[in-house]
């Protein structure tokens, strides 16, 4: 396979273009060409799409020896071949590409924040930001200052310098001969592969979005181009679906919300806690109505279909084991899950009874003299389990 010329190297704007090919893989699958306007995956940037004489490029890969490999949906054959470029999607990632050289020049100039990764996805792109916390305060400065760099149209450019020349970059270039470097009018100077857009309005809106921990640093979630007039229209028409929910102006929407967010919170605490009173007044009322079993104690088992063996359960099976000679299983079908309480005055200790029978089983779990939960590998197992505990 031989070297590519690569046309948007020169000419990110070219949609379609002329090449011979090279090779074809035995398959037709993977195509070599001359040359080509079709970008492989490389940088953070995702690959071009497209046609080769009409057949759908998937994938473009970057070769060891310098060539790009087309990798195509049914097979190709040789001789001369015309590639046209998914242009909506170039672009895209043009204005996505852009504006990340803007940003993180901007995150350097204004707080030191250096970029140290970039990923650049379909719906979304990122920076990696080598800082340990970047505040709201930083993102909206820093997304002022960007988008008034794409209200000036500050050109950008491409040329071609040696590496031992090139002075003024944003990050030193770990190659050497000759460098690509994009630059923006009085902004950025960076040595880069990718595909750009002509000047700064062509971006169009930046918008900063979600931040996260990651590592030592932070990454940062931008929008730009497109991107961001859809993602502004989707949020803005949830934001008025919520409005009128609440039957308010925009603007309220998130001091309602939060105001209704707590008093779910604490709806739920009185919830649970009327529930754990309920659960032990239940308790006692199960014991009393409960006959004595030939063991000479009070035993109650409660079956459920489904569902934790949460707090609730648990208060209801202390309230009953309150009691004296009573003992409580409780067992859920899905996930199978078995607990056990006693009473102190049984002799029992629930945590050495369940145990082993537990790990007979399958199971898992233990407990303490007066209580034991654990969980099991299959439904039949509980009745197995209730049976071994003699109870």
């Not at 979005?209 to 502004?232: P, T, Y």
């Not at 088992?301 to 299983?329: H, K, M, N, W």
């Amino acid at each position: 396979m031989g070297v590519t010329a690569r046309l948007y190297y020169t000419d990110s704007y070219l949609k379609q273009f002329d090449a011979g090919v090279v090779s074809v893989s035995e398959d037709g699958l993977r195509a070599v060409l001359d040359r080509t306007a079709f970008y492989p995956a490389s940088g953070g940037q995702l690959h071009d799409l497209g046609t080769l004489d009409g057949i759908r490029v998937i994938e473009v890969v970057e070769g060891e020896d310098g060539s790009i490999v087309h990798v195509l949906e049914t097979p190709l054959a040789g001789g001369r071949v015309t590639g046209e470029i998914d242009w909506e999607r170039r672009f895209d990632f043009m204005q996505q590409h852009s504006g990340q050289h803007l940003l993180s020049a901007v995150f350097e100039a204004m707080y030191g924040f250096k970029t140290v990764s970039v990923h650049m996805g379909e719906t979304s792109s990122t920076v990696e930001l080598e800082t340990a916390a970047v505040t709201r305060d930083h993102l909206r400065a820093v997304e002022e200052s960007a988008n008034r760099a794409v209200f000036e149209n500050r050109p950008i450019t491409v040329g071609f310098e040696d590496a031992a020349e090139a002075a003024g970059l944003r990050k030193a270039a770990e190659r050497t001969g000759d460098l690509r470097i994009v630059s923006i009018d009085g902004c950025d100077r960076s040595a880069c592969g990718g595909t750009h857009v002509r000047a700064t309005g062509e971006i169009g809106p930046v918008v900063l979005r979600r931040l996260d921990k990651i590592r030592a640093n932070v990454r940062v979630e931008f929008l730009c181009g497109r991107r961001a007039m859809r993602r502004a229209r989707l949020d803005y028409e949830a934001l008025d679906a919520a409005a009128r929910v609440f039957n308010a102006q925009l603007d309220d929407v998130p001091a309602l919300a939060a105001s209704v967010a707590g008093q779910v919170k604490e709806a739920g605490k009185e919830r649970r806690k009327l529930g754990l009173e309920l659960a032990g007044l239940r308790g006692r009322q199960l014991w009393e109505s409960q006959a004595v079993s030939p063991t000479g104690r009070r035993v109650y088992i409660d079956e459920r279909a489904s569902g934790a063996l949460d707090d609730e359960v648990r208060a209801l099976a202390l309230s009953f084991t309150a009691q004296p000679g009573a003992a409580y299983i409780a067992t859920s079908l899905d996930p199978p899950a078995a607990l056990l309480a006693v009473s102190e005055d049984t002799g029992l200790h629930a945590g050495n009874l369940m145990k082993p029978l537990l790990s007979e089983l399958g199971g898992r779990g233990g407990g303490n003299n007066r209580t034991a939960q654990g969980s099991l590998p299959a439904k039949d197992a509980l009745a197995a389990l209730i049976a071994k505990l003699g109870l």
